[in-house]
């Protein structure tokens, strides 16, 4: 099944600005909202950023998220060690009729 | 605040039935227009969404698992349910449970229930 792609891995030091891609196409990214989704070490995945750029209620205003043509981004300004989780970008793929996720990236805090 | 619960077997034979309950506490299935969603995770690997049942019961399915997966509300006990036919190793998952907005939104995430299929 198609994935959004995302790069395996991400690195940054305390303080640094990082970005997560996550690229698509017509029929997903290019037509509908994107969510990123945070999943610290042994826990359930936790919504990060809905419909391309909205955060959810909690989330700290370090995380942001855009959206252009067929490609996203998950932009976090300030890193801390506590970011250091998995990331997974999301969509709705209106060719297969199904929610895609990315393979997912690892960030690290160096 | 709503909150999400898996419940079911750790263990399922090759060939057996997978079937998975998800306790919802904090809102009623049956008015909220939400999605209620599965979702899972083989170990190491990446989330793959398995399929959502809207409060109407209206249900949407992966394509690659169609053929094996029902996803039913029961709105007497505020739960809804997965199985999954036939099942084999590859079936092997954390599996969450979830309530989104939107197809794709999931805004709340039970805590998973981890299902390995062996002999």
């Known amino acids: 099944q198609s994935m959004l792609t995302q790069p395996p891995s991400a690195s940054g030091t305390p303080g640094q600005r990082v970005t997560i891609s996550c690229s698509g196409g017509?029929?997903?990214?290019?037509?509908?909202?994107v969510y990123w989704y945070q999943q610290l070490p042994g826990t359930a995945p936790k919504l990060l950023i809905y419909t391309n750029d909205q955060r959810p209620s909690g989330v700290p205003d370090r995380f942001s998220g855009s959206k252009s043509g067929t490609s996203a981004s998950l932009v976090i300004s300030g890193l801390l060690s506590e970011d250091e989780a998995d990331y997974y970008c999301a969509a709705w793929d209106d060719s297969l009729g199904a929610v895609i996720f990315g393979g997912g990236t690892k960030l690290t805090a160096l | 605040q709503v909150q999400l619960q898996e419940s079911g077997p750790g263990l399922v034979k090759p060939s057996e039935t997978l079937s998975l309950t998800c306790i919802v506490s904090?809102?009623?299935?049956?008015?909220?227009?939400?999605?209620w969603d599965w979702i899972r995770q083989p170990p190491g690997k990446g989330l793959e969404w398995i399929g959502s049942?809207?409060?109407?019961?209206?249900?949407y399915y992966n394509p690659v698992l169609q053929s094996r997966v029902s996803i039913s509300i029961d709105t007497s006990k505020n739960l809804f349910s997965l199985n999954v036919d036939s099942v084999t190793a590859a079936d092997t998952a954390v599996y969450y449970c979830?309530?989104?907005?939107?197809?794709?939104?999931?805004?709340?995430w039970g805590q998973g229930s981890l299902v390995t299929v062996s002999a």
């Open positions: 979830a309530r989104g907005e939107i197809l794709g939104q999931f805004d709340n």
């Open positions: 904090g809102d009623s299935i049956s008015s909220s227009n939400y999605y």
């Open positions: 017509s029929s997903n990214i290019g037509s509908d909202y």
């Open positions: 049942i809207y409060h109407s019961g209206r249900r």
